[in-house]
């Protein structure tokens, strides 16, 4: 099993970590608010303990459970800290009407977080088309970007105890993709589908 630290205390850090507990894997919360960080590790049960924010986290995998303008400067913040570890982004930086990308260039929160990241250190895009409350129902695909072969087959090993199905698809510079495809579920939430409880998947259809 993994080992995973959680920097975030909102409802996609419970999620994951509440899958996380229940596929046997090491939890770890850190925020901000040490009172929340408290309070969320409390709530998971399973051993799950609490960093000091801004310290060396415990997991091998670092899972930034905040919102996208967050990412990069907590990146930044922890520097050396993270050295070696594998850090997942799950963000998705929409616009204010949630019809495009914050950003205009061809880049994506993770490929910026990576620029900012200690040597040794690599990121993962991942989970950003799945919404909270799909977690947990069902076993949803979670779409991985990444540079570092071993540090996706880490991730993929980790959605896997989840339940979930990991699906790479390829380097990091897919990551803005990645964040185009978590907008494409928003639009389908508000007409296609009509409602939130779905998320995108690979139908594979062999001979």
């Known amino acids: 099993m993994s080992s995973i630290t959680l920097i975030g205390t909102g409802n996609m850090a419970r999620a994951i970590g509440t899958l996380a507990i229940a596929g046997g894997n090491t939890v770890e919360v850190m925020g901000r608010d040490q009172s929340k960080a408290d309070d969320l590790a409390k709530a998971l049960g399973g051993g799950a303990t609490t960093g000091t924010w801004g310290a060396v986290p415990a997991g091998d995998i670092v899972i930034t459970a905040l919102l996208a303008d967050g990412v990069v400067p907590v990146v930044a913040e922890y520097a050396d800290a993270l050295a070696g570890k594998v850090i997942v982004d799950i963000s998705n930086p929409f ?9 205009s260039e061809e880049t994506s929160v993770a490929q910026e977080a990576a620029k900012v990241a200690p040597a ?18 069902g076993r949803p695909n979670v779409f991985m970007a990444g540079d570092d072969e071993q540090a996706k087959a880490d991730v993929a ?17 897919m990551a803005h993709w990645l964040e185009g495809m978590g907008l ?22 062999k001979d």
């Open 157 to 173: 090993a980790f959605v896997e105890s989840l339940g979930l199905r990991p699906r790479d698809v390829g380097g990091l510079r």
């Open 120 to 137: 040794g250190a690599s990121v993962v895009k991942a989970f950003n088309t799945i919404f909270r409350n799909v977690l947990g129902n």
């Open 95 to 103: 616009n204010a009407t949630f019809d495009g990308l914050a950003h």
């Open 184 to 205: 494409v579920t928003v639009g389908l939430a508000g007409n296609g589908v009509g409602h939130w409880d779905f998320a995108l998947g690979v139908d594979e259809f």
